[in-house]
């Protein structure tokens, strides 16, 4: 009877660390960290949409001051390949409104329209920001409690 181990006199309040060790590992890893990465996206391409946007009103700013009547342009089709082009009239323009829908319309309804969904974007950006950094926070604070389930299950061994 010698040859079998000592049992431990554990109490049950200590046999679950490892398991809640476990579960907040396992709740960082599959859930808070790709929602972080999602919503990391997700603000990127709405930065991405107000850099269009904003383009687009420094190219009818500068049509306005220069009271161009048509242009020559290059076109990124995408990966810096370029195409060249010429628009014949700069009094109206399409401008995208939303899930792939094109308005026409004047130079001054364009900035307009510009004004008002740069500014809903920002406040977009702003929410997806406030979100980001409450995920980061509850990460923290999830790892600070880990750190402090190891450093107890450390002291009780």
Avoid: W
Wanted: hydrophobic letters at 35%; charged letters at 25%; a neutral charge.
């Amino acid at each position: 009877m010698s040859s079998l181990a000592p049992v431990s006199n554990q109490s049950s309040s200590e046999t679950p660390v490892p398991d809640s060790i476990f579960k907040y590992t396992n709740h960082i890893e599959t859930v808070l960290v790709p929602k972080l990465k999602n919503l990391a996206e997700k603000r990127d391409k709405i930065y991405n949409s107000i850099s269009e946007f904003l383009k687009l009103k420094s190219i009818i700013e500068t049509i306005e001051e220069h009271s161009l009547q048509n242009l020559k342009l290059q076109v990124d089709l995408g990966s810096n390949f370029y195409v060249f082009g010429r628009a014949p009239s700069t009094e109206f323009f399409y401008v995208n409104i939303g899930l792939g829908n094109h308005l026409k319309m004047s130079r001054s309804e364009a900035v307009k329209f510009i004004d008002k969904k740069q500014a809903h974007l920002e406040r977009l950006a702003d929410n997806y920001s406030l979100e980001i950094n409450n995920t980061r926070a509850t990460i923290k604070v999830m790892r600070e409690a880990i750190s402090e389930l190891m450093g107890l299950s450390a002291n009780s061994q």
